[in-house]
């Protein structure tokens, strides 16, 4: 069965350290992966994603993404944390056959980003 | 980038009555557009896809008689919780994909039933 795991519930840094939010998927055929985040009262925004190409993905707000296909990974990173990265964040993934557009998605990961 | 608005942006009803949530694409269209619930701290659980000119797409457990969904137009789903009752209270959020799979969500309506 598809799926999207983040293994971690939260994950807390503190200001100017490097973070990282974990996703593994598991699914057949070649994945589109996703990774969205919500602040507190906030809609859901889009930060990147992973079709093809470089397994290196670049993303809004300083944030990066690298597709793992040996390791079905798409661990989330940047290199130095703001509080006001302080967010809920999700990991979501595509399959890329047929029009179906519907997204799997993991439970999400909160992030608290410590002053 | 893309914008989708929803309305309303909170409600609060008695048990019983039937509510409608808007979802509205401001600047593309949309064949397809997706009804998520959200409870707090928790993952979107995606109730139905919607679809322009044919019947919503339900996931399974979600009762398609309670949720109704109706895709009107290329920038407009509803989705109306018919005789809400307190544990229909949610979050819920719609989408609309643009380009390959990305996804572009509305803030959400907030339902609380008393």
């Known amino acids: 069965a598809q799926s999207v795991a983040q293994p971690e519930d939260q994950v807390n840094v503190a200001e100017g350290n490097p973070l990282t939010v974990k996703c593994t998927y598991s699914?057949?055929?070649?994945?589109?992966l996703f990774w969205y985040v919500q602040y507190p009262n906030r809609g859901l925004q889009f930060l990147l994603k992973y079709i093809t190409g470089d397994n290196l993905v670049k993303g809004s707000y300083g944030f990066e993404a690298e597709f793992n296909k040996s390791q079905t990974s798409f661990h989330l990173k940047k290199p130095s944390a703001l509080v006001s990265d302080s967010a809920l964040y999700f990991c979501?993934?595509?399959?890329?056959?047929?029009?179906?557009?519907?997204?799997?998605w993991g439970l999400g990961t909160s992030l608290a980003v410590n002053p | 980038g893309a914008v989708v608005s929803q309305h309303p942006s909170w409600v609060i009803c008695k048990s019983g009555t039937s509510v409608k949530i808007e979802c509205r694409s401001l600047d593309f269209q949309a064949t397809t557009m997706f009804w998520y619930r959200q409870f707090p701290k928790q993952s979107l659980m995606l109730m139905a896809t919607?679809?322009?000119?044919?019947?919503?797409?339900?996931e399974q457990g979600v009762e398609k008689d309670k949720f109704l969904i109706n895709h009107a137009s290329l920038t407009l789903s509803t989705l109306t919780v018919t005789s809400a009752h307190p544990e229909d209270s949610s979050f819920y959020i719609c989408?609309?994909?643009?380009?390959?799979?990305?996804?572009?969500f509305g803030p959400g309506t907030r339902l609380t039933v008393l």
């Open positions: 699914v057949s055929g070649n994945p589109y």
């Open positions: 979501a993934v595509r399959l890329d056959a047929g029009n179906n557009r519907k997204l799997i």
């Open positions: 919607s679809n322009e000119g044919s019947k919503a797409t339900y």
């Open positions: 989408s609309a994909p643009r380009n390959i799979g990305e996804q572009f």
